[in-house]
């Protein structure tokens, strides 16, 4: 019951933000709204399923190096 509710509440946020962003033509912006709502809401799901998820840390430190390393040269 609570991960439809979660899924609701993410088609309601996607049915309330995306008609402006598509009638402003703004598609890059509306691209990377659903690509981060539906990564939010697969993480939500996984969370509400008692699922393991590893932490993020070690990532972000690599990405961060990698744009330390980029403005370094």
């Known amino acids: 019951m609570t991960i439809m509710a979660v899924l609701l509440f993410g088609v309601l946020i996607v049915a309330y933000e995306t008609p402006p962003l598509y009638r402003q033509e703004r598609y890059r912006d509306l691209i990377v709204f659903l690509i981060f ?13 008692d699922v393991p998820l590893n932490s993020p840390a070690r990532y972000i430190e690599a990405a961060t190096t990698f744009i330390w390393n980029m403005f370094k040269k």
């Open 37 to 49: 709502t539906v990564l939010g809401l697969t993480l939500s799901v996984l969370l509400l399923l």
